[in-house]
């Protein structure tokens, strides 16, 4: 008992701080006196900063009376702590009590009060008392509430629609000084615009006239929907037949297996217009089994090569019509050798053949000298070396000779339609791009009188004076179809004497991209009585105005085209029966 004097006066060893502290005057009164103090500047709470309760609650608790501080013996290890008082028996809190202390004293710190700060804060920056303003000061006033206005100070009622003051502010508005102040307090707010994309944008409207389908063409769809299931047709006669193959080959769906419904020994004329799916083994099954063909259309016939066109040589003795769109792969042996089996030839139409060259010319026109349709379209190797034979043709009727890769010369054209241009009834020289106003003058003027169908797309040289000139003096006798599509410097002249030339007999008319074009000279259109199919497609001044007073005049109208006419709204007036093609749904005319 060490440092403690007993009844005996015996002391036992002292530590050397205890010895200090009773030289210096400190003794267990003084202790005493400072934990006093220290307990009334805490208050009745208990618990200690590190979390423990005192030893009079741990006595309460277990039904002990508790022991005064002053009679705990004083630690001399702690008596050099000044601000500590006197420790007595502890013990720990668990964690639960531990987490709740904490969270009421985080609560008590969010009480304190604007004073408890004052002392903190920058006397020069922080903001005098009477600026702060309380949270409740904040929040609107409840409506039905009396308010003052805060710019002409008018008591009123507040409403939903009472709006905040923006300058003089704070306060609301009245209704009055609302309006007044530019803004209606009682309009409702716009809705957000939905955003459209970009194929939304550009959606195209066509106006059709949908008929009630007839018999006949429900009957056809439902054959061509289960032509695998479908043994034979039967005598159903060709004119059926060839809508059948049509509605097949819209969808792809003729094969092999399906394709031979419609062979027969009897057929005379056979149209195949999708032979995607027919390979060379189907192509020679063809001409097997239909031995008596005169005339013969296959399109999309990539797998024809040089046995398939040999067999044919053999096959079809009595083929004087052929026509085919992309034989890429028959070369010229192949071709000299049908030319040479089958002189009765009168039509060869040709498109996308990249290997028929000068030779095949040569041999066609020696072994089938009695041509009337001939048409040479998309052919890589034409040029004017193949003119003088065409123009050997001495019954030929039908010219086609458009999309070359190199257009042929204004001179050499014009020498061929010197020699064969007064028979000729159908005319197309599209693509030749050197073709311009003189080639009109000299030579469809001078040497083409006859013609029933014309097509000059893609001239781009040519002009708005030398079209209107060459109409004013051409004399044709029954031209129905004409073709002047994307001729950008062709306009409203060209239009007015085309019309007075070609107008009364007009059955087709195609002036895409006639950007010199007016909204008068568009109207006038509408004196072509016999017109049924119109395109003025990018004609910039083609409107609702120009497209009604068409429909009015033409009573034979039956489709109108107007692919970028951006003037022609959803509100363009119709016509029954008639079919107008490209207008753009996302147009509006302007409010004025």
């Given at each position: 008992?060490?440092?403690?004097?007993?009844r005996?006066?015996?002391?036992?060893?002292?530590?050397?701080?205890?010895?200090?502290?009773?030289?210096?005057?400190?003794?267990?009164?003084?202790?005493?006196?400072?934990?006093?103090?220290?307990?009334?500047?805490?208050?009745?709470?208990?618990?200690?900063?590190?979390?423990?309760?005192?030893?009079?609650?741990?006595?309460?608790?277990?039904?002990?009376?508790?022991?005064?501080?002053?009679?705990?013996?004083?630690?001399?290890?702690?008596?050099?702590?000044?601000?500590?008082?006197?420790?007595?028996?502890?013990?720990?809190?668990?964690?639960?009590?531990?987490?709740?202390?904490?969270?009421?004293?985080?609560?008590?710190?969010?009480?304190?009060?604007?004073?408890?700060?004052?002392?903190?804060?920058?006397?020069?920056?922080?903001?005098?008392?009477?600026?702060?303003?309380?949270?409740?000061?904040?929040?609107?006033?409840?409506?039905?509430?009396?308010?003052?206005?805060?710019?002409?100070?008018?008591?009123?009622?507040?409403?939903?629609?009472?709006?905040?003051?923006?300058?003089?502010?704070?306060?609301?508005?009245c209704?009055?000084?609302?309006?007044?102040?530019?803004?209606?307090?009682?309009?409702?707010?716009?809705?957000?615009?939905?955003?459209?994309?970009?194929?939304?944008?550009?959606?195209?409207?066509?106006?059709q006239?949908?008929?009630?389908?007839?018999?006949?063409?429900?009957?056809t769809?439902?054959?061509?929907?289960?032509?695998?299931?479908?043994?034979?047709?039967g005598?159903?006669?060709?004119?059926?037949?060839?809508?059948?193959?049509?509605?097949?080959?819209?969808?792809?769906?003729?094969?092999?297996?399906?394709?031979?419904?419609?062979?027969?020994?009897?057929?005379?004329?056979?149209?195949?217009?999708?032979?995607?799916?027919?390979?060379p083994?189907?192509?020679?099954?063809?001409?097997?089994?239909?031995?008596?063909?005169?005339?013969?259309?296959?399109?999309?016939?990539?797998?024809?090569?040089?046995?398939?066109?040999?067999?044919?040589s053999?096959?079809?003795?009595?083929?004087?019509?052929?026509?085919?769109?992309?034989?890429?792969?028959?070369?010229?042996?192949?071709?000299?050798?049908?030319?040479?089996?089958?002189?009765q030839?009168?039509?060869?139409l040709?498109?996308?053949?990249?290997?028929?060259?000068?030779?095949?010319?040569?041999?066609?026109?020696?072994?089938?000298?009695?041509?009337?349709?001939?048409?040479?379209?998309?052919?890589?190797?034409?040029?004017?070396?193949?003119?003088?034979?065409?123009?050997?043709?001495?019954?030929?009727?039908?010219l086609?000779?458009?999309?070359?890769?190199?257009?042929?010369?204004?001179?050499?054209?014009?020498?061929?339609?010197?020699?064969?241009?007064?028979?000729?009834?159908?005319?197309?020289?599209?693509?030749?791009?050197?073709?311009?106003?003189?080639?009109?003058?000299?030579?469809?003027?001078?040497?083409?009188?006859?013609?029933?169908?014309?097509?000059?797309?893609?001239?781009?040289?040519?002009t708005?004076?030398?079209v209107?000139?060459?109409?004013?003096?051409?004399?044709?006798?029954?031209?129905s179809?004409?073709?002047?599509?994307?001729?950008?410097?062709v306009?409203?002249?060209?239009?007015?004497?085309?019309?007075?030339?070609?107008?009364?007999?007009?059955s087709?008319?195609?002036?895409?991209?006639?950007?010199?074009?007016?909204?008068?000279?568009?109207?006038s259109?509408?004196?072509?009585?016999?017109?049924?199919?119109l395109?003025?497609?990018?004609?910039?001044?083609?409107?609702?105005?120009?497209?009604?007073?068409?429909?009015?005049?033409?009573?034979?109208?039956?489709?109108?085209?107007?692919?970028?006419?951006?003037?022609?709204?959803?509100?363009?007036?119709?016509?029954?029966?008639?079919?107008?093609?490209?207008?753009?749904?996302?147009?509006y005319?302007?409010?004025?």
């Open positions: 008992m060490s440092g403690r004097p007993g005996n006066n015996v002391r036992g060893p002292t530590s050397a701080l205890t010895e200090f502290l009773r030289e210096s005057g400190i003794d267990h009164a003084l202790i005493r006196r400072r934990g006093q103090q220290q307990q009334a500047e805490a208050g009745p709470s208990n618990v200690s900063p590190d979390g423990n309760l005192g030893a009079t609650n741990e006595g309460e608790q277990n039904g002990e009376p508790s022991t005064p501080a002053g009679d705990a013996a004083p630690d001399s290890d702690h008596l050099d702590s000044e601000d500590e008082a006197p420790a007595g028996k502890r013990r720990k809190l668990s964690k639960v009590a531990m987490e709740k202390c904490k969270a009421g004293a985080k609560k008590k710190a969010i009480k304190f009060d604007d004073d408890d700060y004052d002392g903190e804060e920058d006397a020069y920056t922080a903001l005098s008392k009477s600026l702060r303003t309380n949270k409740s000061s904040d929040s609107k006033p409840s409506i039905g509430s009396r308010v003052k206005c805060a710019k002409c100070s008018k008591q009123f009622t507040m409403t939903k629609y009472t709006m905040a003051a923006a300058d003089p502010g704070p306060g609301y508005l209704h009055i000084c609302s309006k007044e102040s530019g803004t209606d307090p009682f309009k409702k707010p716009s809705m957000p615009r939905k955003r459209k994309s970009a194929a939304e944008k550009r959606s195209i409207t066509n106006y006239e949908k008929k009630f389908p007839t018999l006949v063409s429900l009957c769809k439902i054959i061509s929907k289960h032509i695998n299931d479908v043994e034979a047709f005598d159903i006669g060709s004119v059926n037949l060839d809508r059948i193959i049509r509605a097949l080959c819209r969808n792809r769906s003729l094969t092999p297996e399906n394709v031979t419904l419609f062979y027969d020994v009897k057929n005379t004329n056979l149209n195949v217009y999708d032979g995607t799916n027919l390979e083994p189907a192509l020679k099954t063809l001409a097997l089994l239909n031995p008596n063909l005169t005339s013969l259309r296959i399109d999309f016939c990539g797998h024809l090569d040089d046995p398939v066109l040999d067999a044919w053999s096959s079809l003795p009595s083929l004087t019509s052929l026509e085919l769109l992309g034989p890429f792969l028959v070369r010229v042996p192949a071709w000299i050798s049908f030319f040479q089996s089958h002189r030839l009168n039509g060869l040709l498109n996308q053949s990249p290997r028929f060259d000068l030779e095949c010319m040569a041999t066609l026109t020696t072994c089938c000298p009695n041509l009337t349709k001939l048409r040479l379209k998309a052919i890589g190797k034409l040029d004017d070396t193949f003119l003088p034979y065409i123009s050997s043709l001495k019954h030929l009727e039908q086609d000779l458009s999309s070359p890769s190199t257009s042929c010369s204004q001179d050499g054209l014009i020498g061929l339609l010197h020699r064969c241009g007064t028979r000729l009834t159908h005319l197309d020289l599209s693509g030749h791009n050197e073709l311009g106003d003189d080639f009109l003058m000299n030579g469809i003027r001078e040497y083409a009188p006859n013609l029933i169908s014309l097509r000059l797309d893609n001239l781009s040289t040519l708005d004076e030398g209107a000139g060459f109409f004013r003096e051409w004399t044709p006798s029954s031209l179809t004409l073709s002047i599509a994307r001729a950008p410097d306009g409203t002249q060209a239009l007015s004497a085309l019309l007075d030339c070609v107008g009364s007999t007009l087709a008319l195609s002036i895409n991209t006639w950007r010199e074009t007016t909204a008068e000279a568009l109207t259109i509408a004196t072509a009585r016999e017109l049924q199919t395109d003025v497609g990018w004609n910039r001044a083609v409107d609702n105005w120009v497209i009604k007073a068409i429909m009015d005049g033409c009573p034979k109208l039956e489709e109108i085209k107007c692919w970028g006419c951006n003037r022609i709204t959803v509100e363009c007036p119709r016509k029954l029966n008639v079919n107008l093609l490209g207008v753009e749904k996302d147009i005319v302007a409010a004025n």
